[in-house]
């Protein structure tokens, strides 16, 4: 399937709570395990960017609104 979405995440805000991975349908995101942003945290990133539908629950299950969801045109 191709994807639909494309997520960004701001490394720097995302505390990688990790409510965006558990809440995406598709599975397209994970927490980075292998780094950490500035502060220290693992953070989110489209780990499986081809099953992107945009449905924008990871945008609004983030606590500290770090993550935009874009549709792509067909």
Sequence with gaps: MAAKGYVEIDI???KGCGLCVANCPTNTLDLKMNDTNSYG???SF???PEKCI???NCALM???AVITVYKKKA
């Design 12 to 14: 720097e805000g995302c």
């Design 41 to 43: 945290y693992h953070y």
């Design 46 to 48: 489209m780990a499986y």
């Design 54 to 56: 945009a449905c924008q």
């Design 62 to 64: 983030c606590p500290d």
